[in-house]
Structure formats: C-alpha cells, structure tokens
C-alpha cells in the first residue's frame, strides 16, 4: 500500500472506490479500499472500452433486449466486485465490503411521464429485486421526492441502502430519518447499516458560476456542508447504540478547477466514514509525498462561516443541482443503450 494512502487510512477514512471496472477494482484493493460503488456513467463508460463486447455478443444472441443488456451487465459487474470485497465484509462484520448498485436512473426522466406514485413504487420494486440473493450489496436510491419516499419500505424490508444525490442537509435529514423509522423495531439491529452520499465538488462548480464569494469562501461551500451535515450524522446516531456504523460517503471527491490539487477534497475530509473517490483521484494520492492527518472536524474561521451562510440560497442550489444530477444519470443511462443499440446493429450488418 502506497504511503500517502496508508496514512489517510490510518487517520479512520474508508477509502472505496468509484468504479466497478475489474481492473480499477484490483488496482485499488492493493491501495486499501474496502469497497466500491457505481452508477450509470461509469457503467457505461466500462461498456464503451469494448471489454464487454464478448458478453454482451451472447446475450444478443439469447434474444435479449438492450434494457435486459444493460442490467445484466451491470448486476454482473456489481457482482463480481462484490466477490472481491467479499472477505473484507466478512471480517469486519458488515461494517466495510460494500459494493453500491444503482436503481434505474430512467425513473426520474421527465420524458417517460411516470407520476410520482408510479416513481415510489418502481424504485421499491427494483430495490427489492436487484438487492435479493446480495450479502454485500448497497442499493443506491437517490434522494429525489420520489426517491426518498422509498426509503422506509425498502429499509423496513431488510434492504441495505446508500442515499445518493445529496446536496443538502434538509436532503440529507429527509433520507436518515425516513431509513430510521424502517428498520427501528422492524430489522436486527446488527444488520442495520445504511449511507448517505453527499456530493462536494459539484456544489463548488455551481458556487463559482453563481455567487460572488472571497478567495477565502469559494470552493470552500461544498466541504463546510460536508462537515456540518456529518456533525449532524454523528449526533444522531450516537444514542442508537448500533453495531454497525450509519456513515456519510464524501462523494463527488474529484476537483472540477484545474487549479486544485486533485486530493483538495480527500485532505479535506480525512479521519472518518467513507470517500468514494474516482480511480485517477486515488491514483494520484498514491503518487504523491502527502502525510495525511484527521481534518473532517476542523472548520474554516468564522467569518468564512458566516459568509458562506449569507451568500449561499441552499433551496435554490439544490433546485439546481439535482436538476442536473438527474440529468447526469439519466444521460448516460440512455448512452448504455444506445451503445448496446449500436452492437446488435453491428452484428445485424456483418451476418
């Protein structure tokens, strides 16, 4: 394990990583990840290298339709990373060895005119499914209207759940106390484990289009709002008495300004829960000279607080913000199909 990534480790981070490619996969295991998670860009950026193309030639030939394609593909590479954070779940109880599978991205398309009631009960189906038979699989459900009042049925019924698309702490305090009440009482409190995704950097992109702030203050929003909402996060859980950790995952981890170093996000939020970081993130804390120390509970001086709170209309940033990150998982979603699309005209044409 590469010393700079030693040292994050050691200061109490989970490191998991943000692709279930297999090669990023192992590459990342001998960095000292204990987990993994996915969503439909990466996917579909898998499926476009062509290192699927044998696959998914058989499951043309089967007869299958490109949506069928698509979720196969990704079940199989959920899957099979499972398998290889399998030993780490089972030496630590359940606590780490997680594997994030992401519930169809298409629910939230405003294009399919599904109502809201239709939404709720398509991502429990789909929870439900795709989580059965998987002992360390997270279901990744975002925390949209639609999305959140999913969350008590699907956590009362066992489903282990990582909330995605977080921007807030409103989001956030919708998501926790909707997954308390589902399994308070109704799911062994030993099996009870449960995440909240919140993403950074793009909160910095929409602060340095939108508000006018001091050098001091941009690109600082998205980590104060990590660290308050995991404040938050340690306080609710501290009276439970849980065996497993409720853990916030610091998502969005790979600086957008060419201007930052690329661990900016990882040295800010090190010493607890978990980063979700990008492969080229990891690779490049693994390169460098860095010692990292416990920074997730040091807060900027009090008056970049303070203006940061008068600056920043969180209603309207998350208005933005999940408008796009819907629009960011729908768009790739589509893009997987039309690629599948793409092969079986291919075959279509050489026989």
Do not use: C
């Amino acid at each position: 394990m590469a010393a700079p990534l030693k040292s994050l480790i050691d200061t109490g981070t989970k490191l998991y990583l943000d692709s279930v490619d297999p090669s990023e996969v192992d590459i990342n295991l001998r960095y000292g990840a204990v987990g993994a998670t996915s969503n439909p860009a990466i996917i579909s950026s898998i499926v476009a290298s062509g290192n699927l193309d044998d696959q998914i030639e058989q499951m043309l030939a089967d007869g299958k339709d490109d949506s069928d394609i698509a979720w196969a593909l990704t079940d199989r590479l959920v899957t099979d990373a499972e398998a290889k954070f399998a030993d780490i779940h089972a030496s630590t109880n359940g606590n780490a060895g997680w594997v994030s599978f992401e519930l169809d991205p298409l629910i939230e398309d405003p294009s399919l005119n599904m109502d809201i009631d239709q939404r709720v009960q398509t991502y429990i189906e789909l929870g439900k499914r795709w989580s059965d038979g998987h002992v360390n699989r997270m279901i990744k459900v975002p925390a949209t209207e639609a999305g959140l009042r999913a969350l008590e049925p699907l956590a009362a019924a066992g489903v282990t759940l990582n909330v995605t698309l977080i921007f807030t702490d409103q989001q956030y305090r919708s998501a926790r106390e909707a997954i308390w009440r589902g399994v308070d009482g109704k799911v062994d409190p030993a099996k009870i484990k449960s995440v909240y995704s919140i993403f950074i950097s793009r909160i910095d992109v929409y602060t340095q289009k939108q508000l006018q702030l001091s050098d001091r203050a941009q690109g600082m929003v998205g980590i104060v709002n990590a660290k308050r909402i995991w404040q938050e996060n340690q306080l609710f859980w501290a009276d439970k008495h849980l065996p497993l950790q409720q853990e916030l995952i610091f998502a969005s981890t790979g600086t957008k300004d060419p201007n930052d170093p690329p661990w900016k996000y990882v040295q800010a939020l090190a010493g607890s829960d978990i980063q979700t970081n990008p492969p080229e993130t990891n690779a490049a804390v693994a390169e460098s000279d860095l010692t990292f120390h416990r920074t997730v509970d040091e807060m900027p001086d009090a008056d970049v607080l303070s203006e940061i709170d008068s600056a920043v209309d969180m209603n309207a940033m998350h208005d933005v913000l999940m408008a796009e990150g819907i629009a960011k998982f729908v768009k790739p979603q589509r893009a997987l199909l039309d690629l599948i699309a793409k092969k079986r005209s291919e075959l279509a044409s050489a026989s």
